[in-house]
Nanobody, 124 residues
Framework: QVQLVESGGGLVQAGGSLSLSCADS????????TGWFRQAPGKEREFVAA????????SYSDSVKGRFTISRDNAKNTVSLQMNRLKPEDTAVYYC?????????????????WGQGTQVTVSS
């Protein structure tokens, strides 16, 4: 049974850091490319970062490149998103999702399982 669960969200001041974690109690995450997306109020859900099954390939949106880092911990069966130098515009609900595609993708429609999301709020 697929159950993606995000954790680690919260309230932080601009310039601060947060680490999000995505876990799946029903599957082995290293068998799937895994991505993070976010959705701010009134906006569409947008790609943030993704990591391949092996962890050797990563992809980032231009808006977070150099500030966010996606990684895997296969022993814990988790995928993490380390977010540094946070900005108020990073405020959103952050979602973890998995894809069965061959290559890492930034396309939302190619992810077939999603978590419920975790709120990240960055105050100015």
């Amino acid at each position: 049974q697929v159950q993606l669960v995000e954790s680690g969200g919260g309230l932080v001041q601009a310039g601060g850091s947060l680490s999000l974690s995505c876990a799946d109690s029903g599957r082995t995450l290293r068998n799937y490319n895994t991505g993070w997306f976010r959705q701010a109020p009134g906006k569409e859900r947008e790609f943030v970062a993704a990591i391949s099954r092996t962890g050797r390939t990563t992809s980032y949106s231009d808006s977070v490149k150099g500030r966010f880092t996606i990684s895997r911990d296969n022993a814990k069966n988790t995928v993490s998103l380390q977010m540094n130098r946070l900005k108020p515009e990073d405020t959103a609900v952050y979602y973890c999702a998995t894809s069965r595609g061959v290559v890492v993708t930034t396309t939302r429609e190619e992810y077939d399982y999603w978590g419920q999301g975790t709120q990240v709020t960055v105050s100015s």
